[in-house]
């Protein structure tokens, strides 16, 4: 949660000659629902007031395990273009299968557009045995840098 709210607040740096903060979204992985994401709502609206955050109600429970993700993501895409506070553009944020249907969002549709940040935590398709939030704003250390490429490397060989 705290990263979560770590990640709003680098954000709303880059917008903040806006008069409002930019929409975030948030789309829950699989087996959970919007009600298990309502305190991470809740805490970003405490943070940043005035932010429109929302989570998609979207195929929540074991109907997101037992549905074809090919509707499921349709499901994401309608959800996204009927909420009109997002037709701006917004920040997605997905952990899990969600992150999976957040990636597959911005590849497919992309509109209304996601701006700046996509973060997806603990996505399936991941290279790497940890979990990780894809998002940099800062130039990473060369070191870094270095053992993220062996670490890429020593994946994709086995």
């Known amino acids: 949660m705290l990263g979560v709210l770590r990640w709003i607040g680098v954000t709303m740096l880059f917008v903040s000659c806006q008069a409002a903060y930019r929409p975030v979204v948030i789309m829950h992985g699989m087996n959970n629902n919007v009600h298990g994401y309502q305190k991470n709502v809740v805490a970003i609206q405490a943070k940043y007031p005035g932010i429109y955050v929302t ?11 037992l549905t074809h993700m090919d509707k499921q993501i349709a499901a ?17 944020y997905g952990e899990s299968q969600g992150a999976l249907l957040a990636r597959a969002y911005v590849t497919l549709y992309n509109d209304p557009p996601v701006y700046l940040s996509l973060i997806h935590i603990s996505e399936p398709t991941r290279l790497l045995s940890i979990s990780y939030a894809v998002f940099c704003l800062k130039k990473k250390k060369k070191k870094n840098r270095e053992k993220l490429a062996e670490n890429t490397r020593a994946a994709e060989k086995s």
């Not at 989570?55 to 395990?65: G, H, I, P, R, T």
């Not at 994401?76 to 997605?92: C, E, M, S, T, Y």
């Open 55 to 65: 989570s998609l109600n979207v195929y929540n429970d074991a109907s997101s395990m």
């Open 76 to 92: 994401v895409a309608q959800a996204i273009r009927a909420d009109p506070n997002l037709k701006h553009g917004f920040n997605f």
